[in-house]
C-alpha cells in the first residue's frame, strides 16, 4: 500500500445561522487557507462533498470549483455523501500512483431549509419515505432500542452531551452550546428519549484537507498523519431487518482498518446513543479520548463533519498530543454507513 497522508486541515468557525452569504463564499476562505498553509496552488486531485438537495439545485456542487479558479482545467470528482468518502476516492486515487497530492473538501449549509424533511430523502422512497418519518424520529427509536438492550439510562446519554459541548467550548471552530443542565429550552423531549441535548445542531460550515504521498507528504507536514488503514461499509437500507441496538458495519470497518491501540477517536456521532454504539462497536476503552473538538454534537455541518472528525484526529498527530487516532464518518439512518479512517506519526508503509 502506498503511504498517504493528511498533510493539512482547515475547517470554518461553524455557525448555527444563516450568515447570509452563499457556499461559494463560505468555501473559499477555506480553500484560500489550505493552499497557503501547504504552498500549493494547484493539486493532482480534487474531490468535493456535498448535497444538492441543501442546496436547492442540481449539480450545486459546480459553483464551489469556482473557487479553486477556472483556469487551466483540473481533474476533479465529486461525491453526494460526506466529504469523508470524498477523502476516501482521493486515497484510492492516490494508491494508482498517478499523483501525489489531493484537494478534498465538503460543505453544506443546513440553515437555509428543513434538514429533518431534506434528510428524509434518503430513505427508501417506496416503503419508508411515504411514512413521513425523520431522521431524529429513526433516532429515537435506535436509542430507545438501544437503551433497553445495554441498560443505559438518559442521564448515561447526558453525560455524553455534557462532555461533548464542554470540548466543544474550548474548541474556537464549534458553537459553543450550553452544558444541559442550564438549557431550560431543551429539557423537554425532542423525540423521546431524545432532548434537545442529545441531537446534534444545524450547522452550517466548510472544511477541506489536503493528502499527500510519500516524499511529498514529508516535505508538505513535518508531522503528516498517516493513514494506515481505511475502510468503508455499509448496512441495508431497510431499518426492519436491521439490528439497530449495534453497528455491524462499523465494526467491520474498524477491524478492516485496524482500529487498535487508539488513543483519541473522533466519532461522527449525531446522536448521544451514537457515541456508546459506536465505542463498543469500534472496541474504544476507557482509557480512549472521545471527541476532544466537541464532536458533531458541538457542530455539525453536514457534509463536512465526518471530513471533519478525520481532519481533528489528523491534527492531533500534527500536534504531537497524539501518536495513533482514529476518525470515523457516518452517513444514512441510524449510522447505516461507517467510514473508519486510522492515522499514526509513524510511516510503516
Known amino acids: ?13 461553524h455557525s448555527a445561522e444563516d450568515q447570509g452569504i452563499a457556499e461559494t463564499e463560505m468555501v473559499l476562505p477555506v480553500i484560500n487557507e489550505i493552499k497557503e498553509r501547504t504552498g500549493l496552488s494547484r493539486f493532482g486531485f480534487t474531490c468535493s462533498g456535498s448535497c444538492d438537495y441543501l442546496q436547492g439545485a442540481p449539480f450545486a456542487f459546480v459553483s464551489a470549483l469556482d473557487t479553486l479558479g477556472a ?11 460526506d466529504g469523508a468518502w470524498a477523502l476516501y476516492e482521493a486515497w484510492v486515487k492516490l494508491q494508482i500512483g498517478e499523483i501525489d497530492t489531493a484537494l478534498v473538501y465538503g460543505f453544506g449549509k443546513s440553515s437555509q431549509g428543513d434538514l429533518r424533511a431534506i434528510m428524509s430523502q434518503q430513505l427508501d422512497p417506496y416503503h419508508l419515505a411515504p411514512l413521513g418519518v425523520d431522521q431524529v424520529s429513526m433516532a429515537a427509536m435506535q436509542a430507545r432500542a438501544y437503551m433497553e438492550k445495554a441498560g443505559v439510562k438518559e ?22 452550546l450550553p452544558d444541559p443542565a442550564e438549557s431550560a429550552a431543551e429539557q423537554d423531549y425532542d423525540v423521546a428519549p431524545l432532548h434537545g441535548y442529545d441531537v446534534a445542531p444545524v ?16 516535505e508538505l507536514c513535518e508531522r503528516p498523519a498517516w493513514i494506515t488503514g481505511i475502510d468503508h461499509r455499509t448496512e ?19 477491524e478492516k482498518a485496524g482500529a487498535t491501540g487508539i488513543e483519541v477517536a473522533e466519532l461522527h456521532a449525531q446522536f448521544s446513543h451514537e457515541e ?4 463498543e462497536a469500534l472496541g474504544l476503552g476507557d482509557g480512549v479520548t472521545i471527541n476532544p473538538s466537541g464532536g458533531a454534537l458541538s457542530a455539525n455541518p453536514v457534509m463536512a463533519a465526518g ?16 501518536s495513533r487516532t482514529l476518525g470515523h464518518a457516518a452517513s444514512g439512518p441510524c449510522l447505516q454507513q461507517n467510514l473508519v479512517c486510522v492515522l499514526s506519526g509513524e510511516n510503516n508503509g
Open 236 to 254: 441495508p437500507h431497510s431499518l426492519g431487518v436491521r439490528d439497530l441496538t449495534r453497528s455491524e458495519a462499523a465494526r467491520i470497518a474498524g
Open 307 to 322: 471530513l471533519i472528525r478525520i481532519g481533528e484526529a489528523a491534527s492531533r498527530i500534527h500536534d504531537g498530543t497524539a
Open 1 to 13: 500500500m502506498r503511504p498517504v497522508a493528511v498533510v493539512a486541515f482547515v475547517q470554518t468557525e
Open 203 to 218: 450547522t452550517d460550515g466548510a472544511a477541506a484537507i489536503v493528502l499527500a504521498a510519500g516524499d511529498k507528504a514529508r
Open 276 to 279: 456508546l454504539i459506536l465505542r
Open 155 to 176: 442521564d448515561d446519554l447526558r453525560a455524553v452531551a455534557a462532555r461533548s459541548r464542554e470540548a466543544g467550548r474550548g474548541n474556537p471552530f464549534a458553537l459553543h
Open 71 to 81: 483556469w487551466p482545467p483540473i481533474s476533479e470528482s465529486h461525491v453526494e455523501m
